[in-house]
C-alpha cells in the first residue's frame, strides 16, 4: 500500500506565498511522475502542475510563472511553492503520484488534500 500525505497548507493573503509538501511511503519500487492537484467548491480536480522523475515540469497556465514544483527523489517528496497567491487560488490541493511497484504494475495514488485559503 502507498500513502500520499500533504501538509502546508492554510490562511494566506493575497499576494502572499505558501510552501506544500507531499511525502510518499509504502513499498514500491519507484514513482514516476508526481504532481498537483486542485478542487474548488463545485469545480472539477484540475492538474496545477506535475514533474517527472528526471525532474521535467508542465504547469497550467494560470499558475506559470507563480508557482514552482519541485520533487526529492531521495525522500520521495515533492513540493509546491506558491508565491503571489490570488483569492482565485483557494482550493482542496491534492497530491498525486504515478507509482511503479516491484511487479512492474503503474498505479496513481491521491493524498486526503490540504486547503489553501487566500483571503483578506
Known amino acids: 500500500q502507498v500513502q500520499l500525505v500533504e501538509s502546508g497548507g492554510g490562511l494566506v493573503q493575497p499576494g502572499g506565498s505558501l510552501r506544500l509538501s507531499c511525502a510518499a511511503s509504502?513499498?514500491?519500487?519507484?514513482?514516476?511522475?508526481m504532481g498537483w492537484y486542485r478542487q474548488a467548491p463545485g469545480k472539477q480536480r484540475d492538474l496545477v502542475a506535475q514533474?517527472?522523475?528526471?525532474?521535467?515540469?508542465n504547469y497550467a497556465a494560470s499558475v506559470e510563472g507563480r508557482f514552482t514544483i519541485s520533487r526529492d527523489n531521495a525522500k520521495n517528496m515533492v513540493y509546491l511553492q506558491m508565491n503571489s497567491l490570488k483569492p482565485d487560488d483557494t482550493a482542496v490541493y491534492f497530491c498525486?503520484?504515478?507509482?511503479?511497484?516491484?511487479?512492474?504494475?503503474?498505479?496513481?495514488?491521491w493524498g486526503q488534500g490540504t486547503q489553501v485559503t487566500v483571503s483578506s
Open positions: 514533474i517527472t522523475s528526471p525532474g521535467s515540469t
Open positions: 509504502g513499498n514500491f519500487f519507484s514513482i514516476d511522475a
Open positions: 498525486k503520484s504515478l507509482v511503479r511497484h516491484r511487479t512492474g504494475g503503474l498505479f496513481q495514488y
